[in-house]
């Protein structure tokens, strides 16, 4: 009788089995692409490649690393280039993430799109001088109990320049239950003076695979994978004066944007830095910011806490940033200067702060923003 | 016993008498959603024939020649799943390597053919009335027009109405199950013609 029941299962074993050698040979035969030619900026830049992986995928295999920051999963938008072949229409997961213009100028999201024939596209300049390259981690500090300040330092001889503002993306390796490797972007936090080492502020994000990875093993020491710089969020050299806000691990790439106004002596610009957080033990880094007070004349830094807890010894603004910020856009900010924005934070606080800027006149082509 | 009707008789009873989806209300959700666009609909009409036929007849030839022998039958629900999966994912890239606007309207619904009820139906109907190989297949290819039929009409009736005044919460789903079951009335008038059971 037991020797039936083993029967069995080998005969369901072995009908499953031959349907997925066909499967197989049919995939095998399908979707062999064979080899095609990617052609980048009129034939700048010519790669040949095996077809079949989507373009993000084997453009990253070429060691050209398309900004994406949620690692080819659609989620994020970033991975846009313009397609100049006709390969059919754009597909359903990518529509979300374009406007008008850019659907009229052919622009895809290569991780949504496969390479199955000869392709030729265009990408920005400034993309060839992403590189991926391996860094140590030199120091771990908790900033509050769910920010980490993790510095990275580069192996001798790399020189590693970056804008102000820019992010990287960071690899992590395969652990517990998560089988593939993880890449997420993160905003630099430190001034672009220094090239051997960058820093980068790690919020927990609750059953996030990379901050749930580097809150519980990135150990000082470590080696890790990191690709970059990347991204326009930018200072524009103008005279306006600068609004910024951020939350959270937002304050990073607005830190180095402070620092590296003091790296270049730039005094005379007028900013306001407007930094929310939940209750005060969420705030930190105040008083290197106070310090900077000291040194840029003109930069006036603005923290809040948006939660009045009994017995808080906090002296500073209360409420949400975004009434903290109306409150001085209307009393505090010369409203007829010329004004930009800056923002990096939540989705929700970044479409809030932009509400409360266009309300207050600021126009919205002037304000810049990173959302995470 | 295998009964004793022309394969012929067979095919246009499979489709007009006995509807896969009209009759037996089989296969409803992919009919009630892709039918909003005759383009698609045909895509996956023809995609739900193929792989009606091609399953079926692999399955036909399973449960005859290995099930049965080896007395095997109570795990043929199984088998039949594995089948019609199996066909669908070979399907699903033949699609898309051949056209990719297809396989982009289809979306969802072309991988969702595997748990399509009209396919197990079909299996299942195949093995009760005891039909032999030539009689599933045509049965087989008759169920799979027929539901091709069936969501075609629906799909050029639904653009017919896409303007009409119809009540705010009668809108989409609503009036597209009236619609079917105004069809399935209709062809209740083709079951005087054949009749096979």
Known sequence: ?372 | MTPNINVVILLFASIFTGNIVLSYFLGLCSFISISKDLKSSNGLGLAVTFVLTISVAICYVILKYILKPFDLEYLRFIVFIIVIAAVVQILEMLIERMSSALYISLGIFLPLITVNCAILGVVLFMEIRKYDFLQTLFFSIGSGIGWWIAILALAAIRRKIENAPVPAGLKDAGITLIIIGLMAMAFMGFSGMLSVQ
Not at chain 1, 102 to 112: A, H, I, Y
Not at chain 1, 313 to 322: C, F, L, N, V
Not at chain 1, 344 to 359: L, Y
């Open chain 1, 1 to 372: 009788m037991e020797y039936k029941f083993l029967f069995d299962s080998l005969v369901i074993a072995g009908i499953s089995t031959i349907l997925a050698l066909l499967i197989i040979i049919v995939d095998s035969i399908v979707n062999n692409y064979g080899e095609v030619t990617i052609s980048i900026n009129d034939n700048k830049k010519v790669i040949k490649a095996k077809g079949g992986s989507s373009l993000l995928t084997t453009l990253s295999a070429e060691r050209i690393f398309i900004p994406s920051a949620c690692g080819g999963r659609g989620t994020c938008g970033a991975c846009k280039v313009i397609v100049t072949t006709d390969i059919g229409p754009v597909y359903p997961t990518e529509k979300p993430f374009m406007d008008k213009s850019e659907l009229e100028t052919n622009t895809r999201l290569s991780c949504q799109i496969k390479v199955k024939q000869d392709v030729s596209i265009k990408i920005p300049e400034e993309l060839f001088l992403i590189k991926k390259i391996k860094a140590r981690v030199e120091k771990i500090t908790d900033l509050t109990h769910d920010i980490k300040e993790i510095i990275f330092k580069f192996n001798e001889g790399v020189d590693f320049s970056f804008k102000a503002g820019q992010y990287v993306q960071l690899e992590i390796p395969p652990y517990e239950k998560i089988k593939d490797f993880t890449q997420r972007a993160y905003s630099i936090s430190s001034a672009p003076k220094i090239k051997d080492k960058i820093e980068l502020l790690i919020r927990l994000v609750p059953g996030g695979i990379l901050t749930t990875y580097v809150f519980k093993f990135m150990k000082e020491e470590m080696e890790f994978d990191i690709i970059g710089p990347m991204g326009d969020f930018i200072v524009r050299e103008n005279n306006s004066v600068m609004i910024c806000g951020a939350g959270g691990s937002g304050m990073a790439p607005i830190k180095s944007i402070i620092e590296d106004m003091i790296d270049n002596n730039i005094k005379d610009r007028e900013i306001w830095y407007f930094f929310g957080a939940r209750s005060a033990s969420d705030q930190f880094y105040i008083e290197k910011f106070r310090s900077y007070e000291k040194i840029l004349p003109n930069f006036h830094y603005v923290p809040m806490i948006s939660e009045s807890e009994s017995g808080d010894r906090w002296k500073g603004e209360k409420g949400m940033i975004t009434t903290v910020m109306d409150k001085f856009l209307k009393t505090k900010i010369d409203k007829n200067a010329p004004r930009e924005g800056y923002l990096c934070g939540s989705p929700g606080m970044i479409d809030a702060c932009v509400k409360i800027m266009k309300d207050n006149g600021i126009k919205e082509e002037n304000i810049y923003y990173d959302k995470f």
